[in-house]
């Protein structure tokens, strides 16, 4: 594992009576592609601008690099910052965008030539340095941010919710395009998102925040596959949820739905069922029950159906296939689950 770079200790941020970041504490490691995870208002974005420098917390301590940071000045951190709306100079070329956090380095001309022109060779900009950013569409913009950061060989990236303004296609370029360009440099960078499809294909680790509080952190597929509570659950994927009582490897849910073959160590007072854990057709000798579908979408790569189980409304994903059947709203079917694949919180 790589060294901790940043180290965020019982960091408390407070508006007023609105505790915002409450008791954080986390570790991110050199050349992490880190991702703070979390809805509107859960306190993300203050914790990244906390790191930046942009905010002070009423308590706790912040480390970057080893060095206690908390009282510093956001020019001295060395960390750069790519804002949800990229901040361009409107008046200023593309060229001159990117070079002006240099000038005001004094670094000389002749080497701000030459970093400049490699970056916007990096980000394949090298074309439209002499455009101005209206002239830009919005993933080059988003280039010309980035480079105007990363030229000046920053130890931290951080990213608030860059890909927010871009519409689905280009999202998903940019993302990719972020992540050869995180993995070419080798920067530590962190991204703030409240989208579970980025933060699940671009982390090495993240942080799930609800409320000011870290709910649960670490790789993607671990937190996925082992929620900490429901709102984990919920939050990094579409996930059936029941209530109910665990005895002798039978949970019965509040609504009277009975599965049975659960493991022997089985205990909590909910299970977690993904909807791509539910079947439509028998195999291996799973549970059945019977359903009716109440609600049925064609997502192109897959059918989600909401079926109506002991009045439990369950997510079911199937893969679409050319020929294969698709289920109207108030049929009649039958569901499979396999017990191995419950989870317990």
């Not at 871009?166 to 050869?180: G, I, S, T, Y």
């Amino acid at each position: 594992m790589q060294d901790p770079i940043i180290q965020i200790k019982n960091i408390n941020v407070s508006y007023g009576t609105n505790h915002v970041l409450k008791d954080v504490n986390l570790t991110i490691h050199n050349k992490d592609f880190y991702t703070f995870l979390g809805p509107s208002g859960c306190g993300k974005t203050t914790l990244l601008r906390l790191i930046a420098g942009f905010e002070k917390s009423q308590s706790g301590e912040l480390y970057i690099a080893g060095q206690e940071v908390s009282n510093s000045n956001p020019w001295e951190r060395d960390v750069g910052m790519v804002f949800q709306n990229y901040a361009l100079w409107p008046h200023m070329t593309v060229y001159k965008n990117v070079s002006f956090g240099l000038e005001e380095k004094k670094i000389p001309k002749d080497e701000i030539d030459q970093r400049v022109k490699e970056i916007l060779a990096l980000v394949d900009l090298q074309d439209l340095s002499k455009r101005y950013p209206y002239q830009l569409s919005g993933g080059q913009q988003q280039r010309v941010a980035l480079a105007r950061t990363l030229v000046v060989k920053p130890k931290v990236l951080l990213l608030d919710e860059p890909l927010s303004n871009l519409d689905a296609k280009l999202r998903v370029q940019m993302r990719k395009e972020l992540l050869d360009l995180h993995n070419q440099l080798g920067i530590t960078t962190i991204f703030v998102t409240h989208d579970q499809e980025e933060a699940n294909a671009m982390s090495t680790n993240l942080a799930i925040f609800n409320e000011g509080v870290v709910q649960q952190m670490g790789k993607p597929v671990d937190l996925y596959n082992n929620p900490a509570n429901t709102f984990v659950a919920n939050f990094l994927g579409t996930t059936n949820v029941l209530e109910g009582t665990i005895a002798n490897t039978v949970f019965t849910s509040n609504q009277g739905l009975v599965i049975q073959g659960l493991a022997s160590d089985a205990k909590g007072s909910s299970v977690l069922l993904r909807p791509q854990n539910l079947y439509l057709e028998q195999k291996d000798n799973l549970q059945a029950f019977s359903g009716i579908v109440e609600h049925q979408e064609f997502l192109g790569n897959i059918v989600r159906y909401i079926v109506n189980v002991n009045n439990h409304a369950l997510v079911v994903d199937t893969l679409h296939e050319i020929d294969k059947a698709i289920h109207a709203p108030q049929a009649e079917i039958q569901i499979y689950l396999d017990p191995a694949k419950i989870k317990f919180l």
